[in-house]
């Protein structure tokens, strides 16, 4: 057995038939030897029974019934529990993810070109057809908080393989709906690519996505912060940076003002935008580890709206913490100058660098 792709299901029921017969098509048509792997949470749509009566029309065909729903990832992970390809792939039951690209996927890894292959709806080629502007945006935002831990384009996609030998003796166990992503962050592989793909909106049943999985997502995202000891070097680094830019801000204050004469508001603008500098400086080359050269105009526009923005978040919470919380005005700053580096340090890591 190459291939073992396993089909999540909860209320897919109109769905799943018609997804079927075009994998095994797929299958044929490209020689792929596969088996289908659907775990089916006791879907109250009779999902679960439709399939026990086609299991013996198709012949590499499994199927888990699970008590309850237990949610995406999970169902994911017990299928390849019980799977014997030596490839391992999801794709969702509802006809978003196109059959006809299994075999793109699939020859990626069989030819050796990767070890991970994703259907990515982002990179170019890549489209998502029928989704209304809020899950859009939604999508978007996510998968631009992933940009801490990756630079995939779509690591929140639903449809991928990965050769098994990648989670040997990795402790795979997201929340929710987005297991991507922590395969990307945990698994051991050497070539991760991108195969466009045009993602369709479901025409029947309903989306399962909802406001728990944004606050899984969310939960996820923090607990995967000690696997990437970079993102954490990298943060004291621009902490310390800031510590710095304070410093030299502070003290070109107090030359300008008492020993050059400059009027103390000119040389407060002066001050403030040569410790930005030489906070972007550093940051790039330092921090970030980039060439100094790379991409410098438009970066340092972008470190420097950043660093606007901030101080404007810097003044809110200061004033909030002051005047609404009650709290001595200094320990509001401090409070403040927490919340803005953290702002800081995402917006730029994020959007900058
Ligand atoms: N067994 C099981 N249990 N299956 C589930 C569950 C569950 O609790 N929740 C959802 N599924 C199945 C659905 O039946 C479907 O086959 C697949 O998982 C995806 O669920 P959808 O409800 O269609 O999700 P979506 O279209 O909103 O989200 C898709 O796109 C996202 C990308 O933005 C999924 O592919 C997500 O994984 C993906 O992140
Ligand atoms: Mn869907």
């Known amino acids: ?60 065909l499994k199927i888990i019934h699970r008590k309850g729903k237990f949610g995406l990832s999970s169902a994911v992970l ?35 070109k ?26 978007k935002t996510a998968t631009l908080l992933a940009r801490v831990y990756t630079k995939v384009k ?13 989670i040997k003796d990795k ?39 909802g406001t728990k999985e944004i606050f899984c997502y969310l939960q996820n995202l923090i607990g995967y912060l000690p696997y990437k000891k970079k993102v954490i070097r990298e943060f004291f680094k621009f902490a310390f940076v800031g510590g710095i830019g304070t410093i030299i801000n502070v003290l070109l204050l107090y030359i300008l003002t008492e020993k050059v004469g400059v009027y103390y508001l000119l040389s407060a603008i002066v001050s403030f935008l ?24 438009k970066k340092y526009f972008q470190f420097t709206l950043v660093s606007i923005i901030v101080l404007i978040v810097n003044l809110f919470f200061l004033y909030l913490f002051t005047e609404i919380f009650e709290i001595y005005y200094l320990i509001s700053q401090v409070l403040a100058i927490g919340i803005a580096l953290i702002i800081n340090f995402f917006g730029n890591k994020i959007w900058t660098f």
């Open 114 to 139: 990767a070890d991970f292959a994703i259907g990515s709806r982002y990179a170019p080629g890549g489209e998502i057809k029928g989704w209304g502007f809020k899950r859009k945006l939604m999508s």
């Open 274 to 297: 040569i410790a930005m500098t030489s906070n972007f400086i550093l940051n790039k080359v330092w921090t970030f580890k980039e060439n100094i050269r790379l991409n410098a105009k």
């Open 154 to 166: 779509d690591p929140m996609t639903g449809f991928f393989m990965i050769k098994r030998t990648c």
């Open 78 to 112: 017990d299928g390849w529990k019980i799977a014997e390809g030596e490839i391992l792939g999801a794709m969702d039951a509802d006809l978003s993810h196109p059959p006809e690209k299994i075999k793109e996927l699939f020859w990626e890894i069989e030819n050796g």
């Open 1 to 60: 057995m190459k291939l073992s792709l396993v089909i999540p299901t909860y209320n897919e029921r109109k769905n799943i038939l018609q997804l079927l017969k075009k994998i095994q098509e797929e299958f044929k048509k490209n020689n792929i030897q596969g088996e289908i792997i659907v775990v089916d949470d006791n879907s109250p749509d009779g999902t679960g029974k439709i399939l026990d009566e086609t299991k013996i029309k198709i012949k590499n």
């Open 171 to 209: 402790k795979i166990n997201p929340k929710g709906f987005k297991i991507l992503l922590e395969l990307i962050i945990k698994a051991n592989y050497k070539i991760i690519k991108e195969i466009p793909i045009i993602f369709n909106n479901r025409i029947e049943g309903k989306s399962k996505a």
